[in-house]
């Protein structure tokens, strides 16, 4: 049990140094083989899981018949002559409702780590969709699943504009991120509103293809299992492959995950520091 314990604990740090000293080049598709997260890792990501997320401020979005609920974090300081980050979080299908609490997953807590809450001072969005964001249909000149978006996403991205007005958002350091069908919404988002991201990152998801060329200038981190079969990863695959001779687009193929495993406390703790090394020119 111990030398057990000791091997995933070794595995988990050679996959944590193997993350960090990747260079994330764009137009590389890199690939991990890592059949089990360490005990450490399996811990962290207990534990932000609990974490309260009362700082999160219960809201709603409306525009006449179309509403939605969401959760807003502020910096714990804000400077009024500073500019902040903002972070749109797009929850999965699991979420879908109206409780504005469901949505409140990994992606969206793990801005409340007191390192990060101290290290990054950012605004986190993250919306509860009332029902999917993201529908998929087959793109048979591809043989892939697209994605296409709906009125809900129009709505929030209609706020984040009256958000960037009214509290200090740095236009240029807009981010956007989602897991499963929050990260085919995140390819919708930057798709519909390309103007308004600085990079985005799609775990999981179902990419959109039909506006690639205005996608050009911005970085996108795609991060999949090849293992998923809730969405297979060959749509997210595929955008990559038309995206890499000509995008700023990476690609993290993690050779033994599915769908459910495939946030580790290595990628989560990964993301800040891809994240804000991006900023839109």
Not at 105 to 129: C, D, I, T
Not at 177 to 191: E, L
Not at 266 to 279: A, G, N, S, T
């Amino acid at each position: 049990m111990k030398l057990l314990k000791v091997s995933l604990l070794l595995s988990g740090i050679l996959f944590l140094f193997s993350c960090t000293s990747q260079k994330m080049k764009y137009g590389i598709r890199t690939e991990f083989r890592d059949k089990a997260d360490s005990l450490q890792s399996l811990a962290r990501i207990r534990y932000i899981k609990s974490l309260d997320y009362s700082d999160f401020k219960a809201g709603k979005f409306k525009n006449g018949n179309v509403d939605l609920n969401y959760r807003f974090l502020k910096p714990k300081k804000i400077e009024q002559d500073k500019k902040y980050p903002l972070i749109l979080v797009f929850h999965g299908s699991g979420a879908v409702g109206t409780n504005n609490t469901a949505q409140m997953g990994l992606l969206s807590k793990m801005w409340l780590l007191q390192e990060n809450r101290e290290k990054y001072p950012v605004y986190v969005l993250s919306p509860q969709f009332p029902v999917r964001s993201s529908n998929y249909h087959l793109d048979e000149s591809r043989n892939v699943k697209v994605s296409q978006s709906n009125e809900y996403l129009d709505l929030v991205l209609k706020s984040v504009d009256s958000l960037i007005i009214n509290e200090n958002i740095d236009p240029n350091r807009i981010y956007v991120m989602g897991f499963s069908m929050g990260g085919a919404t995140t390819s919708n988002a930057i798709s519909k509103r390309p103007d308004l991201f600085a990079a985005a990152i799609n775990i999981s998801g179902i990419s959109q293809f039909d506006k690639m060329d205005s996608l050009l200038q911005m970085p996108i981190w795609i991060v999949h299992g090849s293992l998923d079969t809730d969405n297979f990863p060959q749509s997210n695959f595929k955008f990559f492959d038309e995206m890499k001779p000509k995008g700023k687009v990476v690609i993290w193929e993690f050779k033994d995950k599915y769908h459910n495993n495939i946030l580790s406390a290595e990628l989560v703790d990964r993301i800040p520091k891809w994240l804000f090394k991006q900023i839109k020119p």
